[in-house]
């Protein structure tokens, strides 16, 4: 992990940048300022300036997360574009992940291997970049690996830059989406060196549109069209009234959040958009919008829920345990009609800015007012809190209980972190999607998906 040295010459950079203090402007503004400002820290000093290589969370010693990767690549050009970092520093930072990414071992080895046939394991040894433990090549987490790259090869894009574009595209054409196929025109989830193809493939609707979409944009040995088709096939089943919201529904809201960040689908509609009269935009709209009715009718009772203290996703939990006939987990995925044992996520809020503000952002403000450093610190958001794990039998797996308050995460994940800061500048200023916007792979996959309309005219 990041040495301590590094830690301390990764703050005096931040601290180092003209114009640090908090920009002028109203009073939402500046929070969303101090927001992305902590946020961006998490990743500036937490991930390996070594390599690249982003913890998957802190401040829990842990393994380095392609995923979480992925997302600091996307907070470079963020903290850049924001003045949080110079220009140079964090271009380089850029170029490092990229081309340690790039030159790190591929096989089908079981052991110190870093990925297979251009897709990556999900959990590397963050020193070394090995595979972590008995981790498996994944497709999603390669996929979001893979949409952090474009983006700084995007917007590092000045002359003395463009090794950073070039190792963007390296790594996007040497992945064999063709060997993820097993069970074709489907993308298999994963493999294992020691069993082979995960036995699912990516169906029905979440956060797998990215994965398509750079799938058929790719220049080198792309899916084939019919996997988006087929894709939507299974998706469609999911379309049905959630708090009596119609959507097409995934009860955590992490699956509505990941494609979004990097992929502007305002406007532009496939074949079931347009059947249903909206686009994946307004789906996500509507699955916020229903969220926070959830919190509102607390169908189970929990203690906090109301209109400015929502938002289920996957995320950490306090323990797994029943405690007077409650059920709690550790790290779960949550949603209504899914699961929920009381424990509130801000990254469901923090994600989703750009979907609702209107509630998101009030939600964000009194949970960092009301909660303090307790849940909002150096690093932004800890990943969840939860007031009804509260009393003398309430022991947590991680972070601490305060008396009459509740438990508190003590960690921030790279994967809940990311879309908070992203989604945020999404909504100031659109700048992720326009830089996406400008990659042909994600033209390309748009279009042979059968996107039509909006920006892609």
Sequence with gaps: MISRRAFVQAAAAIAAVPGHAARAG????????????????????????????????????????????????????????????????????????????????????????????????????????????????????????????????????????????????????????????????????????????????????????????????????????????????????????????????????????????????????????????????????????AQQRYAIRNPLGWKGYGARQWGLTACDGPADVTIGGRTFRSYSARGPGEFDDGTIAPTAAGGSIPFAPEICLPTLEAMARSHGPALYDRHGFADAFNPSFDGPTATPRRGKVVAGRGWYDGDRLGIDQGPILAMAENHRTGLLWRLMRREPAVRRGLRRAGFEGGWLA
């Excluded at 509505?256 to 009269?277: L, N, P, T």
């Design 26 to 289: 109203g009073g939402r503004d500046r929070f969303l300022d101090d927001l992305q400002r902590r946020t961006f820290r998490f990743f500036w000093e937490t991930t390996n300036p070594e390599n690249g290589l982003a913890a998957d969370r802190w401040p829990t010693r842990s393994f380095a997360s392609i995923a979480a990767t992925g997302f600091a690549l996307t907070a470079l050009a963020v903290g850049e574009a924001r003045g949080f970092v110079p220009r140079a520093p964090a271009a380089r930072r850029a170029l490092t992940t990229l081309r340690f990414l790039h030159d790190a071992p591929q096989g089908d080895a079981a052991e110190g291997m870093t990925g297979y046939r251009g897709f990556f394991y999900h959990f590397l040894d963050p020193a070394t970049g090995r595979r972590f433990g008995r981790t498996e090549v994944s497709t999603i987490d390669t996929a979001l690996l893979l949409a952090g790259a474009l983006t700084v090869k995007q917007h590092f894009d000045r002359p003395q830059e463009r090794a950073i574009g070039a190792l963007a595209d390296a790594l996007l054409e040497r992945v064999d989406w063709a060997w993820a196929m097993p069970r074709g025109p489907l993308i298999a989830l994963g493999w294992h060196p020691e069993s082979g193809f995960h036995p699912q493939d990516w169906q029905a609707y979440n956060e797998a549109m990215l994965l398509y979409v750079l799938a058929l944009g790719a220049a080198e040995r792309p899916a084939p069209p019919e996997s988006w088709s087929a894709w939507l096939r299974t998706a469609s089943a999911r379309w049905r009234p959630v708090e009596g919201v119609p959507q097409l529904a995934f009860p955590p809201l992490f699956g509505h959040q990941y494609s979004h960040v990097w992929i502007d689908f305002r406007g532009i509609r496939d074949s079931f958009c347009r059947a249903h009269g909206l686009d994946y935009f307004e789906n996500s709209r509507r699955a916020v919008l």
